[in-house]
């Protein structure tokens, strides 16, 4: 099954913006618009803040934002702010060979 | 409001089997395909299977296909994953996860996690 690559950390300043890379390939992130980010906490479950691409669960703040070129989907944190501190993972669906879902290995997210 | 509920997890040994449970509420199980995911200490998620509304498609990651089976009861508004063979690096917290209205592929809504453990 496939393998997507992340960066393993991106730190900015407050009130900065940061943008997290996650590349696959054809089969899946180029493949479809199925990239999720979502936002690990220690000792709690995940978060989704990012669907499809683009989209914004309710109550996830307006500063993160999703694209997606070729095959590597970006997220962006606008406006860093302190409480933006964690791991922050991205996924992708595949439908080859079989339908399945891959997780990118996570990126820490300091704020300076 | 959605509400998962795992349970099941202990500390078994190689080799050995143990089922877990998720108890779904707030929602009506039989409109959504569900997922288990994983959360492996230093090596963060991991996407575990899928079994389609009413059951009939099931798919799993490789690293547990033959090994694992995920079931529902639509009736009993309960998703299982049965684990069989378990080896050490299955040690994790598991997540049963539901996606967004609206979209195939948000895991939106997830349990509180049950965690497994496999040592002799």
């Known amino acids: 099954q496939s393998a997507l690559t992340q960066p393993a950390s991106v730190s900015g300043s407050p009130g900065q913006s940061i943008t997290i890379s996650c590349t696959g390939s054809s089969t899946d992130v180029g493949g479809s618009n199925s990239v999720s980010w979502y936002r690990l906490h220690p000792d709690r479950a995940p978060t989704l803040v990012i669907f499809e691409v683009h989209y914004r669960p309710p109550g996830v703040s307006p500063r993160f934002s999703g694209s997606k070129s070729g095959n590597t989907a970006s997220l962006t944190i606008s406006g860093l702010q302190t409480e933006d501190e964690d791991e922050y993972f991205c996924s992708s669906y595949s439908r080859t060979p079989t339908p399945h879902f891959v997780f990118g290995p996570g990126t820490t997210v300091t704020v300076l | 409001q959605v509400q998962l509920v795992e349970s099941g997890g202990g500390e078994v040994q190689p080799g050995r089997s143990l089922g877990l449970s998720c108890e779904a509420s707030?929602?009506?199980?039989?409109?959504?395909?569900m997922h288990w995911v994983r959360q492996t200490p230093g090596k963060g998620l991991e996407w575990v299977a899928l079994?389609?509304?009413?059951?009939?498609?099931?798919y799993y990651s490789d690293s547990v296909r033959a090994r694992f089976t995920i079931s529902r009861d639509n009736f009993k508004n309960t998703l299982y994953l049965q684990m069989n063979s378990l080896r050490r690096n299955d040690t994790a917290v598991y997540y049963c996860?539901?996606?967004?209205?609206?979209?195939?592929?948000?895991?939106?809504?997830w349990g509180q996690g049950t965690r497994v453990t496999v040592s002799s």
């Open positions: 996860v539901r996606p967004s209205s609206g979209s195939y592929y948000g895991f939106e809504f």
């Open positions: 707030g929602f009506t199980l039989s409109t959504y395909t």
């Open positions: 079994i389609s509304s009413d059951g009939t498609e099931r």
